[in-house]
């Protein structure tokens, strides 16, 4: 059973326009969550993380929203580049838990 | 930032045979470090949870007997594919935190391929 998912498995932007890019959850008591980036045949990188007290955090071009009684996030890049292109896994996580769970993932392709 | 390093980044090994994965955490120590899978376009899934002097704890449907998992001291836990088979050829990620809360480094990943 998918707990954490992203129905958009893929994006297209123009570079210098903004990405948003989805995730929706089903487990209540996630009260952290992260985005990664992955480039093929690499293991992820940390993007941004929001815990559940917050509803918006922001670093530099990428800003993650978090809408708790929708039980959905968003994470939006702004201006997209180029080298934004990549798959971005949103991740939750359970207070008292170690482990995280993933969503399916969504392939952004920033066009020059 | 904290890294964790994963090696060998590809290995390719004839079936019946084992391989094995190692994950070092290089500036921290990681009381627990986690194994992941992912099949092409397909979310990490989560194989099991390594603990430091203590048994690892398997998700379910994972075989605790094909995938050993060695998780000796605070910085290295390893992975073991035991008679592998073609089935078994996946990318495999190692995942370690400083504490809960916190984000989640992970390895560069292994690319198995089991012929």
């Known amino acids: 059973d998918q707990q954490v998912k992203q129905n958009s498995p893929s994006l297209s932007v123009q570079e210098g326009r903004i990405s948003i890019l989805n995730c929706d959850y089903t487990?209540?008591?996630?009260?952290?969550f992260l985005w990664y980036k992955k480039y093929p045949a690499e293991g992820p990188t940390f993007l941004i993380s929001?815990?559940?007290?917050?509803d918006k955090n922001e670093d530099g071009r990428f800003t993650v929203f978090l809408n708790k009684s929708a039980k959905h996030l968003s994470l939006h890049i702004v201006p997209s580049q180029p080298g934004d292109s990549a798959v971005y896994f949103c991740a939750a996580s359970e207070p008292t838990g170690n482990q995280f769970y993933f969503g399916t993932g969504t392939s952004l392709t920033v066009i020059p | 930032g904290a890294v964790v390093s994963q090696h060998p980044s590809r290995v390719i090994c004839k079936s019946g045979t084992s391989v094995k994965i190692e994950c070092r955490s290089l500036d921290f120590q990681a009381t627990t470090m986690f194994w992941y899978r992912q099949f092409p376009k397909q979310s990490l899934m989560l194989m099991a949870t390594s603990n430091e002097g203590s048994k690892a704890t398997y998700e379910q449907g994972v075989e605790k007997d094909k995938f050993l998992i060695n998780h000796a001291s605070l910085t290295l836990s390893t992975l073991t594919v035991t008679s592998a088979h073609p089935e078994d050829s996946s990318f495999y990620i190692c995942?370690?935190?400083?504490?809960?809360?916190?984000?989640?480094?992970f390895g560069q990943g292994t690319r198995l391929t089991v012929v």
């Open positions: 995942s370690a935190r400083r504490v809960s809360n916190t984000e989640a480094f």
């Open positions: 487990n209540s008591m996630f009260d952290y």
């Open positions: 929001i815990s559940s007290i917050k």
